[in-house]
């Protein structure tokens, strides 16, 4: 099937199966691998993107589906000026590994944008992402950070 998807400001035709999920259509189609494939399960969320501004795990969505733009870590950055959320990541070292930093952030930019800025908030909200090296605390720290600088997508 023919589908039409706006990522990161861009318009994509595909030409897809409909079982395709939109993290495959991201990865493998349209080489932005940015957004992790974990678990392809939903359970991990480094496949973590904004669909219509919403946070979504692309790993159980299906592209068909796709009507609103979606944004990928890499469409978060201002040409080579990193948007706040990831400069934050960086400033208080976030990540360990690294496999699951995209998804954090993209929970990250959806948690500052809803103003959530109680700590026990952030950790409830971020508990769908799930770091292996257990950078927590670090997290934390970088979205309240973020929070306050202007870190709207």
């Known amino acids: 099937m023919n589908i ?26 349209l080489d932005h691998t940015g957004t992790k494939k974990g678990c392809d399960r939903g359970q991990c969320g480094a496949c973590t993107v904004h669909v219509g501004g919403r946070p979504v795990l ?8 796709v009507r609103e733009p979606v944004t990928t870590v890499e469409g978060l950055r201002d040409g080579d000026e990193l948007h706040p959320v990831q400069r934050a990541f960086v400033d208080q070292d976030a990540m360990q590994c690294g496999f699951c ?10 948690a500052v944008e809803q ?25 934390v720290a970088a979205i309240e950070q973020a929070r306050s600088t202007d870190a709207t997508v």
């Open 4 to 29: 039409s998807l706006e990522v990161d400001g861009k318009t994509e035709e595909l030409d897809i199966e409909p079982g395709v999920t939109l993290l495959d259509a991201l990865r493998e189609r």
């Open 58 to 65: 692309s790993c159980l969505t299906l592209a068909a589906t």
């Open 101 to 110: 930093t995209s998804g954090q952030i993209m929970s990250a930019v959806a």
């Open 115 to 139: 103003g959530i800025d109680n700590p026990e908030d952030v950790r409830e909200f971020m508990s769908g992402n799930l770091c292996r090296c257990s950078a927590y605390p670090n997290i």
